[in-house]
């Protein structure tokens, strides 16, 4: 059974930067594609980046483009995801995704494993 807990999540003004972490615990983590998610209150919980088993190939939500940046360092079974230039439009709380499956994806369904959320706040 794989199990996420994410951190690093936090209070941050407009135009600031906060890198969240995903520690993951069980077996075939680095073998496993990682993605982000984000959940505002009232609405639905939507793609932010993914991340293939190797760390060479990356997906990102248009809303994410140029600003976040996913990566994962396999030796300490972790994944990362930098976010700078954050708007206020960014708070949301943020899951960790793991999926059976090596490569990339975008939909919910496609992963199997959650953690538990971050809370990321953007002020203006």
């Known amino acids: 059974q794989v199990q996420l807990v994410e951190s690093g999540g936090g209070l941050v003004q407009a135009g600031g930067s906060l890198r969240l972490s995903c520690a993951a615990s069980?077996?075939?983590?680095?073998?496993?594609?990682k993605g982000w998610f984000r959940q505002a209150p009232g609405k639905e919980r939507d793609f932010v980046a993914s991340?293939?088993?190797?760390?060479?190939?990356?997906a990102y939500a248009d809303s994410a483009k140029g600003r976040f940046t996913i990566s994962r360092d396999n030796t300490k079974n972790t994944v990362y995801l930098q976010m700078i230039t954050l708007k206020p439009e960014d708070t949301a709380v943020y899951f960790c995704?793991?999926?059976?499956?090596?490569?990339?994806?975008?939909?919910?369904?496609?992963?199997?494993?959650w953690g538990q959320g971050t809370q990321v706040t953007v002020s203006s």
């Open positions: 995704a793991a999926r059976r499956g090596t490569n990339v994806a975008y939909a919910r369904h496609a992963y199997e494993y």
């Open positions: 991340i293939d088993w190797s760390g060479r190939h990356t």
């Open positions: 069980g077996p075939s983590f680095s073998s496993m594609g």
